[in-house]
């Protein structure tokens, strides 16, 4: 009724408007966890609790850090249950196609698998060709998969560590199978290795290993070579890589856990010979489990992981201090003029580093 308004600019009550999130969400996303929600949602395999944990995770903020070390100790006595796996190749190999056809096998299988990704370029390559595509899409509404990319904007050491943390957290929360892919440039594949029981690696037929950007040792850190895209006509010329890799692979010493590393061909994309790679890996655990190198493969990498966390732990003890800092940022210009040598501001430093600590 006209007589209702008092003027032309009031706003008609009109029906009731729904809510534009679901209240469930709303309560869920604006609902602080504490230390026991974390551990009992990711013991009882809440992806979104899951996924906030590793945000923790990720975070530089000190309190969510400190919260989420409490998490992971917690989390710790449920973790190490999972087969790791390690997937590499250069960027257009097919490792999105790969892991996506992999992990629908493997959730065929009725495995759960978690999917982590290790970029330190992330945050540069956003919107990048690469960056734009959608990766995975079957696989990213699989109930049975859980897909995170990488950290950004750290360094590989950085996104090293929180990777090796976010595996405890899937581990806890029941994942089967992890896979840690990672962009096939520079120093990631070493990283990787470091942190799976087994690491794959995925190439081409047709291009020579220069092609490929594929250093002898990244070849020889490999558990398995995979020659994807063996379908349509690159059939043939994939079986003649695979011969050829085989004799390279000769010529490499004998790994020491007796490993006979296994060269086959696959087609991602149509689904053929998954299954293979596949039964390769399952060998793998079930020779390596029985000899003893699973176990002392893990220990090692424990090893490895407590000497990065001590001299990750010392440098940010005493170099998050202000005069240390400064000291810090007033040498670099120098070292890089050719002013003052590396050797005398490291000694700088230290000498700086006593005095403050005394
Ligand atoms: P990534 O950069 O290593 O993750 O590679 P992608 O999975 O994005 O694949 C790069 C391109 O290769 C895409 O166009 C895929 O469709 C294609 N591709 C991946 N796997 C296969 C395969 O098995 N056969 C063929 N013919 N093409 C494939």
């Known amino acids: 009724m006209v007589g209702d308004f008092d003027s032309a600019l009031t706003e008609r009550g009109g029906i009731e408007q729904p809510a534009q999130v679901s209240p469930y969400l709303q309560r869920r ?7 026991d929600d974390y551990e009992k949602g990711i013991r009882r395999g809440d992806r ?10 990720e975070s530089l ?9 409490q998490v992971i100790e917690r989390c710790l006595p449920f973790s190490g249950n999972s087969l790791r796996i390690g997937i590499t190749g250069v960027p ?18 009725g495995k759960r698998i978690a999917v982590l990704a290790i970029d330190p370029s992330s945050e540069r390559s956003r919107g990048s060709i690469l960056g734009d595509k959608t990766r995975m899409e079957e696989l990213s509404i699989d109930p049975h998969a859980f897909i995170r990319p990488s950290p950004s904007g750290l360094t590989l050491g950085g996104v090293a560590r929180k990777t ?31 942190m799976v029981d087994f690491f794959l690696l995925l190439m081409l037929s047709g291009a020579g ?24 006509d690159n059939v043939r010329p994939a079986e003649l890589a695979k011969t050829r890799y085989q004799s390279a692979l000769h010529l490499f010493p004998r790994m020491e856990n007796g490993w006979n590393v296994p060269v086959t061909t696959c087609s991602a994309i149509e689904h053929t010979s998954i299954d293979k790679v596949w039964k390769i890996i399952c060998d793998y655990e079930a020779q390596m489990k029985g000899n ?27 170099l998050n201090n202000e005069t240390i800092e400064n000291m810090i940022d007033q ?18 430093v230290m000498r700086a580093i006593r005095s403050v600590d005394s």
């Open 209 to 232: 290993d220069e092609l490929q950007g594929i250093k002898r040792g990244i070849m020889e850190m490999a558990d398995a070579l995979v020659i994807n895209k063996a379908d349509g």
């Open 29 to 35: 996303r604006s609902r602080t966890f504490s230390v």
């Open 92 to 109: 257009g190999v097919g490792k999105s196609t790969f892991i996506e056809a992999f992990g629908k096998y493997l959730t065929s299988l």
């Open 61 to 69: 903020n000190p309190q969510h850090q400190a919260v989420a070390q």
């Open 164 to 194: 090796r943390e976010t595996i405890v957290l899937c581990e806890a929360a029941g994942f089967d199978v992890i896979i840690v892919e990672t962009v096939g440039v520079g120093q990631s594949e070493t990283v990787v290795k470091s």
């Open 331 to 348: 040498l670099l210009p120098k070292i890089q003029a050719g002013v003052i040598t590396p050797y005398q501001a490291g000694n700088e």
């Open 292 to 318: 003893g190198f699973f176990e002392q493969n893990r220990n090692e990498q424990n090893v490895k992981i407590f000497n990065d966390w001590i001299d990750f732990s010392i440098r940010n003890y005493f």
């Open 48 to 57: 979104v609790i899951l996924s906030r944990a590793i945000t923790l995770i």
